[in-house]
């Protein structure tokens, strides 16, 4: 049960999915407190979100890679084309975001100069050279990105419910831990 | 026999304070002058598990040596720890403020050597680092090499010190902390010395 089925997503998958999940809202939970801190807990606080996002974007790279190992469980035939564009849209979005959110902090932080180390265990390489002007885009976009990310995800969230409650369809069950799947 | 003995005396101290003068002369050490442009002091520390550096680059420096008197040699270098650079304004704002540097009360910074001694790789200053308030033992490792360019003798000392931040109090509060930034510190510089 580990591999994704043609009716179900498989325990790794379903394991990357809920990981991200709660990891995004860490994220933003450390993002908006950093706002409000300055000198060692302020830094402390960064040095866990950039380490979390470093981790986002390591599961995000193997959850591409196991995606495209693994059978992908379809959507439902009934659903009508615009349904489905909307789908494949949402669903593309969340995918490149998971990647280029942290991809920007990265070269935020380092457009910054201060280096980026995954939970003090290995220090990252610079992605840009020092770069105040770059830092600042940087900043705005990484923000941009994010919220972006927020508006998609609760698109997301709220077609899982829809097809939960009132497609009545297997869409958001099969995604879920401990669920059956017909 | 008596009186002979007697006569050599006055030309043996003679001799012994000649012999004295010339010595000092020949290895009295030259103060050497620090080519501020061409001259370095860096400090690096790991600050959330990542390594940054930072620099002073304002100092002076009192440097007189000879390899073959290196008991009168002479190594003090001053500070002005209010210019530190770390190439982040935010940053060195902090570093500057009360728990940290406290650049107001203590703006500089004194390493003065005791004592040059030769090393396998070069030489080491032992002598006394004077960090916001607190004077102790420090060390520092150096190298010079001696070149001669348009004409003049100079020097280029290379070397570095490992300083314990929180020996000197750099660090106060949650400062004091090693979590996020190291207790290592390690100064790193690379001087241009000019002979007189």
């Given at each position: 049960m580990l591999r994704n089925t043609t009716v179900r997503w498989g325990g790794v998958a379903q394991f990357f999915h809920w990981t991200i999940v709660v990891l995004i809202i860490t994220q933003f939970t450390l993002a908006l407190t950093a706002e409000n801190l300055h000198g060692l807990k302020k830094l402390a606080v960064l040095a866990t979100h950039k380490s979390i996002g470093i981790t986002i974007l390591m599961l995000a790279l193997l959850r591409v890679l196991w995606r495209f190992n693994n059978p992908t469980p379809p959507l439902p035939a009934t659903l009508k084309p615009y349904e489905r564009f909307l789908a494949h849209f949402t669903h593309t979005a969340l995918y490149l975001l998971i990647f280029i959110t942290p991809l920007t902090g990265w070269i935020m932080s380092s457009a910054r100069g201060f280096p980026v180390s995954w939970f003090n265990q290995f220090q990252l390489p610079d992605l840009v050279a020092k770069n105040r002007p770059l830092y600042d885009f940087m900043v705005d976009t990484h923000e941009t990105l994010a919220w972006t990310l927020a508006g998609i995800a609760t698109l997301h969230l709220l077609a899982a419910l829809k097809h939960h409650f009132v497609m009545k369809d297997t869409v958001l069950r099969r995604m879920l831990p401990f669920t059956k799947t017909p | 026999m008596m009186s002979h003995i007697r006569g050599a005396w006055p030309l043996a101290a003679c001799m012994l304070v000649w012999a004295a003068s010339t010595a000092s002369a020949?290895?009295?050490?030259?103060?050497?002058?620090?080519d501020a442009t061409k001259s370095t002091l860096e400090f690096t520390?790991?600050?959330?598990g990542a390594q940054n550096k930072g620099r002073f680059p304002k100092f002076t420096l009192d440097f007189a040596f000879a390899d073959d008197n290196l008991a009168a040699s002479k190594l003090d270098v001053t500070i002005d720890v209010a210019a530190l650079d770390t190439a982040d304004q935010e940053r060195d704002d902090t570093l500057r403020d009360t728990d940290l540097f406290n650049v107001k009360k203590y703006p500089q910074a004194r390493f003065s050597a005791t004592q040059l001694t030769k090393t396998g790789a070069g030489y080491e200053a032992a002598g006394t680092l004077m960090l916001r308030g607190v004077s102790k033992a420090q060390r520092v490792q150096f190298t010079l090499r001696s070149a001669t360019e348009?004409?003049?003798?100079?020097?280029?000392?290379?070397g570095k010190s490992l300083v314990k931040r929180l020996d000197f109090g750099v660090g106060q509060g949650d400062w004091k902390s090693t979590e996020w930034v190291g207790a290592d510190v390690t100064v790193t510089f690379n001087l241009r010395l000019i002979a007189p």
């Open positions: - | 020949a290895t009295a050490p030259p103060t050497y002058a620090l520390f790991v600050q959330a348009q004409g003049r003798h100079v020097l280029y000392m290379t």
